[in-house]
């Protein structure tokens, strides 16, 4: 089992930044990866930006150049750097992982999301 605990969000100034962070316990060496969604009102969840356990990374195209995600395996610990934020970019922000089931198929596991919200 994997449980993980999202904070870091609150309020921001467009323009502004805000560093998320995702502490992970349980079966640890397990996980696959790591990612960051988000859902903002009346929108679909979305992965913004993710990090495999080699450390491959990747992001939506909406965050790109603005949003940095990272990891720091003895904290047990993946961040989500936001800088130069938009109004656009208000949702609740959820950390996920993905561990093998170990029949051959994958397990998913969230966070309980943390409220960003850019305003002025």
């Known amino acids: 089992q994997v449980q993980l605990v999202e904070s870091g969000g609150g309020l921001v100034q467009p323009g502004g930044s805000l560093r998320l962070s995702c502490v992970a316990s349980g079966s640890i060496t397990s996980i696959y990866g790591t990612a960051w969604y988000r859902q903002a009102p009346g929108s679909e969840r979305e992965l913004i930006a993710g990090?495999?356990?080699?450390?491959?990374?990747n992001y939506a195209d909406s965050v790109k150049g603005r949003f940095t995600i990272s990891r720091d395996n003895a904290k047990n610990t993946v961040y989500l750097q936001m800088n130069t934020l938009k109004v656009v970019d208000t949702a609740v922000y959820y950390c996920?992982?993905?561990?093998?089931?170990?029949?051959?198929?994958?397990?998913?596991?969230w966070g309980q999301g943390t409220q960003v919200t850019v305003s002025s």
């Open positions: 990090i495999t356990k080699g450390g491959v990374t």
């Open positions: 996920n992982a993905v561990t093998p089931d170990g029949s051959g198929g994958l397990l998913e596991y």
